[in-house]
Each structure stands twice: as C-alpha cells, then as structure tokens.
C-alpha cells in the first residue's frame, strides 16, 4: 500500500516537472548578450590586428590610398607580422542610398567600387573592413564634414547583407550621435551584431558607444557579450597626455588609467578597445606627436591589455624605426597570447608595474608615466609565477634573455616602458 502511494506521488512529480520543462520551453528565449556566445564562432579568438584609415587620412581617403596600403602592408612585413585587417573608416561612401535604399561607394572617391576594392585586398592575403553608424549620420556627417546621413538606423539587415555581399570581413560600428539612451544603444547595437550572425559570413564586430556620448557609455557599460571590440574611451590622439576624459581626444597614458580598470571584460571573441595605434602618426592640434619611448609604451601596454593592433599610420611613407617598433613579433606575440587575458596593475602610480598570464609564463611590464628614471625591482612570486629552479626572462625590446632564481629588475627612462616575458625552467 505505502509502495502504491510512493509511486502514485513520484508519478505525479514526474508529470509535473514535464509540464513545467514544457512551458520553460515555450517561454520566447531573450537575445543571448553574454561574453562566452561572443567567443563561440571562434571569431576574435586573439585581439584583431589590421590597419584603419582614420588617424591617418581623416576623412580624406580614396581608392588609390587604399589599394596603396594594400600594398605597403604586403611590402613592409606589416601582413606577415599579423596585421591582417585592413579598415576603410569614415567618408567612404555615397552620401545618397540608391533607389533600393542599398549603400553604394562615393562614386569620385571609390570609382571601380567596393566589391574590386576588396578584391584587391583579399588578393593580397589581407582582410577587408568597412565603417558603417547605427544612427542616422556617420560621426563625419554629423560633424558637418561629409554630407549625406546614410546612418544604418532602419536598415540594419539590408546593410549587414550589402557588406557581406561584398566580401567584407569586418565592420567597425561607431554611434556618433548625442540621442539615446543606454537601453536605445544596447538595441542598436545588438541589432547589428545579429544582422551580421545571420549573414552567416564571419564579419569580425567592432562598436564605439561613445562617440557624441558624453558619459562615455563604452567605459561605463560592459559591451563583453555584444561585440568582439568594444571602445572605452572617447578618441585617442597622437599625445602622450591631453587631460580631457569625455570631453575630447585622450593622449596614451590617458587612455591607459582608464582601461587598466576594465581588465575583467576581456577574453577570447571580446576586447576592451582602447583604440587604434598612434605610432607613426604626426601630432596635430599643436600637440606633439609621440617620443620613440611613448611610441614603445603605447605598443607594450596595448599588449599588456590584449588591445587589438590596428596600425593609425600612412604606412606606404613610414620610417624604419616605425616598422621596426610595429612588427616587433615579441610584443606582438605577448598581444595575440591564446590565453587571452588583460594584464592587469598590480602596484604603482608613477611606475606602475603590470602582469599578464600566458599560455606559458607572464608578460611583465614596467611603466614609467613619471617624467624622471626610475629603477624598479619585482620577484616572480610576486608576478605570480610558480617556485621554480630558475626562470628564463626575455626583454621584449632588445630579445635579451637571461636566466634569474627570482629577482625581476628593469631601468626604465621617463614615458618608456620595459616589457618583460617571464617563464620557468623546465
Ligand atoms: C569617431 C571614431 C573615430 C573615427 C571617426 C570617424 O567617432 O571614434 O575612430 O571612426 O569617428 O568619423
């Protein structure tokens, strides 16, 4: 009899549970935001690297200049070294959709059109990208500068769709506009990156939500599981330190207190964007420009936090320093490290010292953001590392290696930054 109760009332749990499973599934699942259905595709599984057109032509950019980086990249090492993207930014297309509402390229800036342009590209082993806004106007048309408000509002999936078709591997998606709120920006921008999925065409997803925004929502809002880049500031500018936050272009060291606090949100298929590489770039605005010692921090410290690399530089007139510094495949290797994680501040104000787990060891950095030299002393322990024998350190700079039982040092020139790659002995 008790056995007859028992399994009257587990079959009645059974039909129960059945029932709720039942309607859990019928519940309409919300869109999936998180981070790790950003890493699934395996696309941005390490920060992308390429090269963009924006802080070196503005807004000034035709067919010739492209298809001539195409080839400065090919010729330079810069391809081989991994920058593989090549971004069309701003001012690329015709200020008038067609008839069908379909983007075209601006006839006199882009006459053979995009889909040879990207030919062109893909011909030479790089990846083509392309910009495109989720308002109503590029930040180039809302400044004034271009005309036209050809902004993807309303034709998200016709745009995602006309970009696909046209080979397109990579979109860079810039608000530009001081309306909306946070939940309108989430919405756009979540708009596209399903638009892009459902193309079915790998496009790597690069967003700014601070463009015209002055909270500087890109900083304070976690973008992780929308996009595979996502920026945190507002514009870089090529200076060493401007003082201006959401109101105005940032200079390196800015940009680099802002991010450092960011360090959690990164990870295989989604990066802080600290935006693109000024090395190379002359100073405008009467600032001036970077020194070799900030042009080195900007890149190790873009390293230190799995920034993408995307090259701001004419590259078909840069000097050898510049290549030299750009193509460094150790820093670049401590950048692209299939770990993924963002170093992180462990100590420091004025010298600063930062860790970064690899797949095998750590990157150490010393950054100097003081004016004077300074000496800095660190242990492996203290970087994380396991007791070992020894550790085999390498300066990322020079190539130096030398082994140590613990002891990390580095002298470090004002604005220089000493990038160390640590790992124990077997
Ligand atoms: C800015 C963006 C720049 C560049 C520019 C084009 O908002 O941050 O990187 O894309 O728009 O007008």
Redesign the pocket.
């Known amino acids: 009899m008790a056995t007859a109760v028992l399994t009257g009332r587990l079959l009645l749990v059974a039909v129960l549970l059945l029932v709720l499973a039942g309607a859990a599934a019928a519940v309409p699942q919300g869109p999936d935001d998180s981070p790790a259905a950003m890493g699934r595709d395996g696309l941005a599984a390490t920060p992308p690297m390429g090269w963009n057109s924006?802080n070196a032509f503005g807004c000034d950019i035709d067919e010739a200049k492209i298809r001539g980086v195409a080839d400065a990249l090919v010729a330079s090492g810069m391809r081989d070294a991994g920058y593989r993207y090549l971004v069309v930014?701003?001012c690329w297309f015709d200020p008038r959709r067609g008839p069908d509402g379909q983007l075209r390229a601006a006839p006199d800036r882009f006459p053979g059109g995009i889909p040879a342009l990207v030919r062109y590209v893909h011909e030479r082993g790089l990846r083509f990208g392309i910009?495109l806004s989720p308002a109503t106007r590029?930040?180039?048309q809302y400044a004034g500068d271009y005309p036209g408000a050809t902004g993807s509002r309303g034709h998200e999936v016709q745009d995602a769709g006309t970009i696909a078709a046209w080979g397109a591997d990579y979109l860079?998606y810039?608000w530009?506009s001081p309306s909306g709120d946070l939940g309108d920006l989430v919405a756009g921008f979540r708009l596209m990156r399903d638009a892009l999925r459902a193309t079915g065409r790998p496009i790597v997803y690069s967003i700014?939500a601070n463009?015209h925004q002055d909270a500087n929502p890109g900083e304070t809002h976690d973008w992780s599981g929308l996009a595979n880049l996502s920026?945190t500031t507002q514009?870089i500018t090529a200076a060493w330190h401007t003082g201006l936050r959401g109101a105005g272009c940032l200079g390196i060291s800015d940009i680099i207190e802002v991010n450092a606090a960011l360090a959690a949100r990164a990870g295989p298929g989604h990066w802080n964007d600290p935006d693109m590489l000024e090395i190379g770039v002359p100073g405008t605005e009467g600032l001036p420009g970077l020194t070799p010692a900030e042009a080195r921090t900007h890149l190790g410290m873009w390293a230190m936090m799995a920034a993408p690399l995307i090259a701001g530089n004419d590259v078909r007139s840069m000097d050898a320093a510049t290549r030299d510094l750009l193509t460094n495949r150790d820093v670049i290797a401590v950048d692209q490290d299939r770990l993924g994680r963002q170093g992180r501040r462990i100590r420091g104000t004025d010298v600063q010292v930062w860790v970064r787990p690899l797949v095998e060891g750590v990157a150490v950095a010393v950054y100097n953001r003081g004016d004077a030299t300074a000496d800095m002393a660190a242990t492996t322990a203290e970087v994380g590392l396991p007791p070992a024998r020894g550790y085999l350190v390498r300066d990322a700079w020079s190539g130096r290696q030398w082994t140590s039982t613990g002891a990390l040092t580095a002298a470090v020139g004002a604005h220089d930054t000493a990038l160390l790659v640590v790992r124990p002995l077997p």
């Open positions: 924006w930014d701003d910009y590029t930040c180039a860079k810039d530009c700014n463009s920026r514009d």
